[in-house]
């Protein structure tokens, strides 16, 4: 079993940025795959950002590309997501996700999930 922990979120400008973590913790040798969904109020689901174990692979949504950074430190078990120039679209409930398999790409099922960080961006 692997745990995921986030944390990072709260209230910021417009413009503004926030840098999101989150902790993984148990059976780390199944976070092979990691990455950042959210879900703003009455919309579904959405994929953010993924990384793979090397780092040497990441992915953006297009909504984010250019503002987000994901990153990964693999001897803290911990992935980031700095958030820059920030907009009210950005509001959600941001959740780390994780997995040992690396078939599917990064926007698919994920067998570990976080609790969610929330994330408010005011006008």
């Known amino acids: 079993q692997v745990q995921l922990v986030e944390s990072g979120g709260g209230l910021v400008q417009v413009g503004g940025s926030l840098r999101l973590s989150c902790a993984a913790s148990?059976?780390?040798?199944?976070?092979?795959?990691m990455a950042w969904f959210r879900q703003a109020p009455g919309k579904e689901r959405e994929f953010v950002s993924g990384i793979y174990r090397s780092g040497g692979s990441t992915v953006y949504a297009d909504s984010v590309k250019g503002r987000f950074a994901i990153s990964r430190d693999n001897a803290k078990n911990t992935v980031y997501l700095q958030m820059n120039s920030l907009k009210p679209e950005d509001t959600a409930v941001y959740y780390c996700?994780?997995?040992?398999?690396?078939?599917?790409?990064?926007?698919?099922?994920?067998?570990?999930w976080g609790q969610g960080t929330h994330v408010t961006v005011s006008s």
């Open positions: 996700a994780a997995d040992s398999d690396y078939r599917g790409g990064y926007n698919r099922e994920y067998r570990y």
């Open positions: 148990g059976r780390t040798s199944s976070t092979n795959v």
